[in-house]
């Protein structure tokens, strides 16, 4: 089985999970966080089984072209210490761990143990031997358990959208990032442009939740939707990263529009 943990020395107060329900731990007093993110954490739970196919079949496999484009910007290098946060099922995480290779460390970060099983299990079935570079941590990426300045670049794939703070989720990966180092952010567009909007719009009601649906998750993927329409601009999320401390940070689109991958550097 994947490391599915590691200890990590933390300077900030480590969040502990207990019988699936998210608490951050301050001092000895477990109080109960965000219902909102507890939520989120159940439909990522509820949708590791089939996430991964559904993922291939709905993009035609573009996603992974997505998640390539998304690392390479990271400027990952061999024998880098990297975070791919937000991690899942471990799709950025395999493509970092080669990147660094045996030399190197990827950290892949979520709060979802379904999802964190999932990518331990496909490490354990995959041949590359720099995939033992890989250590899977049941963490909150609003409450990183790592040191300030500990990664050489930090990875977010389908994540900033999902986390409830948004301003919080980009401090902390700012704070563990070595100065000079870079966040790449890989999500949704929330476009600007009308057509590409209605055909985001148009594709998830009509094939993306229909075919969810038959799996079951009706909900679930018409969570994509309204996340989608609560999202930042491109724009938005530049002054996001500049905001949390950033010295720049530029945004472009992928996928026709579709999709966008911010770029920060500290
Ligand atoms: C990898 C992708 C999405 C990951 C993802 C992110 C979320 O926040 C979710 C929330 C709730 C349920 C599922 C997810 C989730 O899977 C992007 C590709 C997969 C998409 C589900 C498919 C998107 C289809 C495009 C709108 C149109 C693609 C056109 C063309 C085939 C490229
Ligand atoms: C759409 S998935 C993306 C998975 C993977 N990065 C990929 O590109 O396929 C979003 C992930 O973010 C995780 N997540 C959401 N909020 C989080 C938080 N506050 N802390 C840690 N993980 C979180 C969910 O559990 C889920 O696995």
Redesign the pocket.
């Known amino acids: 089985m994947g490391t599915l943990a590691a200890a990590i020395p933390a300077t900030t107060t480590a969040?502990r999970h207990a019988g699936g329900r998210?608490h951050r731990r301050r001092g000895s007093v477990a109080v109960r966080c965000s219902s909102a993110?507890d939520e989120?954490?159940a439909?990522?739970?509820r949708?590791?089984p089939v996430?991964?196919h559904l993922?291939d079949v709905l993009s035609l496999g573009q996603?992974r072209t997505w998640?390539r484009i998304?690392v390479s910007w990271s400027m990952a290098k061999r024998g880098d210490r990297v975070l791919?946060?937000?991690?899942?099922?471990?799709?950025?995480?395999f493509l970092l761990s080669q990147k660094v290779g045996l030399d190197g460390e990827v950290m892949g970060?979520?709060?979802?143990g379904q999802?964190?099983q999932t990518a331990a299990s496909r490490q354990d079935q995959r041949w590359k031997a720099c995939y033992k570079n890989i250590k899977w941590i049941e963490?909150?990426?609003?409450d990183l358990p790592f040191t300030d300045r500990y990664f050489d670049a930090v990875?977010?794939?389908?994540?900033l959208?999902?986390?409830?703070?948004r301003p919080k989720?980009m401090r902390e990966i700012l704070r563990v990032l070595k100065p000079g180092s870079r966040a790449s952010v890989?999500d949704f567009n929330k476009s600007s442009s009308f057509f590409t909007a209605s055909l985001q719009s148009w594709a998830i009601d009509n094939v993306v939740v229909p075919l969810a649906s038959s799996y079951g998750l009706t909900e679930e993927y018409k969570y994509l939707k309204s996340s989608i329409s609560q999202y930042l601009t491109g724009e938005e999320l530049e002054k996001l990263a500049k905001e949390a401390g950033f010295s720049s940070a530029k945004h472009y689109e992928l996928g026709g529009g579709l999709m966008g991958n911010l770029v920060a550097t500290r």
């Open positions: 969040s998210r993110a989120r954490q439909l990522f739970s949708i590791a996430y991964d993922n996603h998640k998304c791919d946060l937000c991690c899942g099922s471990g799709d950025l995480a970060v979520d709060f979802s999802q964190l963490g909150d990426a609003l990875t977010v794939g389908y994540g959208r999902n986390v409830v703070d989720a890989l």
